[in-house]
C-alpha cells in the first residue's frame, strides 16, 4: 500500500528556518517524482515543485524558486521542504504528493496520485 | 504559467441531482487536465486523470470530458459522500497550474 506520512505541525516566527517532511511506503521511492503543494487558508492548491530521488533533478515554479529547497534522502525514503527564512505569508497547509507520469499520442500525462496528509506551517511572531 | 478558471465557483444541489463543474484553460492543453476532490481538513484524491480516463476505485458516476482548452466533470447521481470541492488541474506544462475550485454544497 502506497502511503506517504507527512511530518507534525509547525509553529514558527517570521525569520525563523523550518523543515518538513514526507515519508514514502509501500513503493520504490526512487522510481516516481514527488513534488509539493501549498494550500493557504480558505484558498486553492498552487503547485511549488518536484524532485526525482532517482537522479536528484528538481523542477521549481517561478513563484517558489528561491523562496524554498526541495530536496529527499533516498536512503530513507523521505522528501523535504526547507525554509531558511519564514515570513508570515508561508503560513498554509503543505501536501506532498507522488507524481504519476506516462506517454500517451498529447504528450507526457501526469498527475498525483497519492498524497500525505498535510502538514500546517503557521508564521507569527 | 496557464491560467485554469472554474465555474461555478460554487453550486448547491439535491442528492440524486446532475451536476457539471466546467474547467476552461488559457491556452490549448490537449487533454492534460486532471480532476480532484478535496473534502474539509482533507488532502486532495485524484479523480480522473488526462481528461476522461477514471483513476482505480473511484466511483462511475463521475466522468470526465473535454479536449483543448473546454473541459467537464460531470457526477451523474450525486450522493451525500459527493459534497466537497472540486480542482481541476493542468499538466501540459510547468508549473502544473489549478483551478481555482468548486465547492459543491447541499441545497
Known amino acids: 500500500e502506497v502511503q506517504l506520512v507527512q511530518s507534525g505541525a509547525e509553529v514558527k516566527k517570521p525569520g525563523e528556518s523550518l523543515k518538513i517532511s514526507c515519508k514514502a511506503s509501500?513503493?520504490?521511492?526512487?522510481?516516481?517524482?514527488i513534488g509539493w503543494v501549498r494550500q493557504m487558508p480558505g484558498r486553492g492548491l498552487e503547485w511549488m515543485g518536484i524532485?526525482?530521488?532517482?537522479?536528484?533533478?528538481?523542477r521549481y515554479s517561478p513563484s517558489f524558486q528561491g523562496q524554498v529547497t526541495i530536496a529527499a534522502d533516498k536512503s530513507i525514503n523521505t522528501a523535504s521542504l526547507q525554509w531558511s527564512s519564514l515570513k508570515a505569508s508561508d503560513s498554509a497547509m503543505y501536501y506532498c504528493?507522488?507524481?504519476?507520469?506516462?506517454?500517451?499520442?498529447?504528450?507526457?500525462?501526469?498527475?498525483?496520485?497519492?498524497w500525505g496528509q498535510g502538514t500546517l506551517v503557521t508564521v507569527s511572531s | 504559467d496557464i491560467q485554469m478558471t472554474q465555474s461555478p465557483s460554487s453550486l448547491s444541489a439535491s442528492v440524486g441531482d446532475r451536476v457539471t463543474i466546467t474547467c476552461r484553460a488559457g491556452?490549448?492543453?490537449?487533454?492534460?487536465l486532471n480532476w480532484y476532490q478535496q473534502k474539509p481538513g482533507k488532502a486532495p484524491n485524484l479523480l480522473i486523470y488526462?481528461?476522461?480516463t477514471l483513476q482505480y476505485g473511484v466511483p462511475s458516476r463521475f466522468s470526465g470530458s473535454g479536449s483543448g482548452t473546454d473541459f467537464t466533470l460531470t457526477i451523474t447521481s450525486l450522493q451525500p459522500e459527493d459534497f466537497a470541492t472540486y480542482f481541476c488541474?493542468?499538466?501540459?506544462?510547468?508549473?502544473?497550474?489549478f483551478g481555482q475550485g468548486t465547492k459543491v454544497e447541499i441545497k
Open positions: 488541474e493542468q499538466s501540459f506544462s510547468a508549473p502544473q497550474t
Open positions: 504528493a507522488r507524481l504519476r507520469g506516462y506517454y500517451d499520442k498529447s504528450g507526457i500525462q501526469s498527475y498525483f496520485d497519492f
Open positions: 509501500g513503493y520504490s521511492f526512487t522510481n516516481y517524482w
Open positions: 491556452q490549448t492543453i490537449n487533454n492534460c
Open positions: 488526462a481528461a476522461s
Open positions: 524532485y526525482y530521488p532517482g537522479d536528484s533533478d528538481i
